[in-house]
T-cell receptor, first 113, second 110 residues
Framework: DQQVKQNSPSLSVQEGRISILNCDYTNSMFDYFLWYKKYPAEGPTFLISISSIKDKNEDGRFTVFLNKSAKHLSLHIVPSQPGDSAVYFC????????????FGQGTRLTINP | DAGITQSPRHKVTETGTPVTLRCHQTENHRYMYWYRQDPGHGLRLIHY???????DKGEVSDGYSVSRSKTEDFLLTLESATSSQTSVYFC?????????FGPGTRLTVL
C-alpha cells in the first residue's frame, strides 16, 4: 500500500510560469515532509521541508504548502526555469525528523522555453 | 557535496551470485540508509543504520543484509542475487532533518 502518492507522473510547464507539484499521504502519523529533486544518473538532492506544525515554508523560488486535514502537500516553483526540469519526489516521515523516509513515486517536470 | 560515495557505480552479475555494494561517507554522520529506486515505486528503504553495529530493516529488506563496522562505511549485501533485485541503489547519510544521497549504483542481475 502506497502511503505517499504522487498521482501525476509528468507535468509540463512553460518557462516563467508557476509549477505546482502535488503529493498525498495516507498515514496520519507522518509529521515531517520533504521534497527532493533528481536529475538523470544522479542522486536526489534536498529542496525544502516542512514540519506538520506549519502550513507553509518558503525558500527562494520554492514554497511548500501543507494541508493536514486533507493529507495533502504541494510544491510551488515560481518562476519556473529550464534547470528545474527533473523528477521531483515528495517524502514523509514520523517523529519530526528525516529518518526512515517514505517516498512517493515521483513526478517528471519539464519546463518548456 | 555531502561527501558520500558509492562503489561500484555499475555492476552486472548473474543470478545466484553474491554482491556487495559499498557506501562511504566523510561527514561523520550518524545515520546511513540504503534505498532502491524502481519505476513506479519511487525510492524504497531497504535497511538503515543509526550507528556502528546498529542496523534495522526497512520496507523492502528481504534478500538483503547490511553491516556497519565503521562510522564511515555502510555495506549492502545481496547474498544470492535475483533478477528482481535489478535496480538502482542509493545510499544516503543524514542528520535529524535531512538526508543526503550518493550518486547511485546501477545493478543488473541476469
Amino acid at each position: 500500500d502506497q502511503q505517499v502518492k504522487q498521482n501525476s507522473p509528468s507535468l509540463s510547464v512553460q518557462e516563467g510560469r508557476i509549477s505546482i507539484l502535488n503529493c498525498d499521504y495516507t498515514n496520519s502519523m507522518f509529521d515531517y515532509f520533504l521534497w527532493y529533486k533528481k536529475y538523470p544518473a544522479e542522486g536526489p538532492t534536498f529542496l525544502i521541508s516542512i514540519s506538520s506544525i506549519k502550513d507553509k515554508n518558503e525558500d527562494g523560488r520554492f514554497t511548500v504548502f501543507l494541508n493536514k486535514s486533507a493529507k495533502h502537500l504541494s510544491l510551488h516553483i515560481v518562476p519556473s526555469q529550464p534547470g528545474d526540469s527533473a523528477v521531483y519526489f515528495c517524502a514523509a516521515s514520523e517523529n519530526q525528523g528525516a529518518q526512515k523516509l517514505v517516498f512517493g513515486q515521483g513526478t517528471r517536470l519539464t519546463i518548456n522555453p | 557535496d555531502a561527501g558520500i560515495t558509492q562503489s561500484p557505480r555499475h555492476k552486472v552479475t548473474e543470478t545466484g551470485t553474491p554482491v556487495t555494494l559499498r557506501c562511504h561517507q566523510t561527514e561523520n554522520h550518524r545515520y546511513m540508509y540504503w534505498y532502491r529506486q524502481d519505476p513506479g515505486h519511487g525510492l524504497r528503504l531497504i535497511h538503515y543504520s543509526y550507528g556502528v553495529k546498529d542496523t534495522d530493516k526497512g520496507e523492502v529488506s528481504d534478500g538483503y543484509s547490511v553491516s556497519r563496522s565503521k562510522t564511515e562505511d555502510f555495506l549492502l549485501t545481496l547474498e544470492s542475487a535475483t533478477s528482481s533485485q535489478t535496480s538502482v541503489y542509493f545510499c544516503a547519510i543524514g542528520t535529524s532533518n535531512e538526508q543526503f544521497f550518493g550518486p547511485g549504483t546501477r545493478l543488473t542481475v541476469l
